[in-house]
């Protein structure tokens, strides 16, 4: 048999890196976290105080503190995790076929249809 240029495996590989880099944009400023962080603002120690009683002119570098932790980077944004990929099932054959399961967690002021754009 001769393979194939590029294999089913070797596309959608691809396409899990690419989904994987074009992360979405940052929602901070129009979401729940934003009325969060400005409700925390009255009860935080003075610098804490000052970011969050402020966040209309340093929105930015929390955001971009935020987006250095994949834990911390959700609040702010809808999160995309590739959870199951499917192909092969005999390791001489190549797989005419194969799938990926993407897990899509949609920050609330965003929507499906700017998910699948």
Known sequence: SFPPKESTIGILSKAVT??????????????????????????SSY???????????????????????????????????????KAGIKENVMPSKAEAIVNHRIHPTSNLEEVLE
């Not at 989904?19 to 603002?41: R, V």
């Not at 000052?50 to 002119?57: D, I, P």
């Not at 503190?65 to 959700?74: E, H, M, Q, R, V």
């Open 18 to 43: 690419n989904l994987e880099k074009q992360q979405h944009p940052s929602k901070l400023t129009e979401g729940p976290e934003y009325d969060t962080f400005s409700y925390l603002a009255a009860s």
């Open 47 to 85: 610098l804490y105080k000052l970011v969050f009683s402020n966040l209309w002119l340093l929105s930015g570098l929390v955001s971009s503190i935020l987006s250095k932790d994949y834990k911390t980077d959700a609040v702010q944004r809808t999160t995309t995790a590739v959870t199951i990929m």
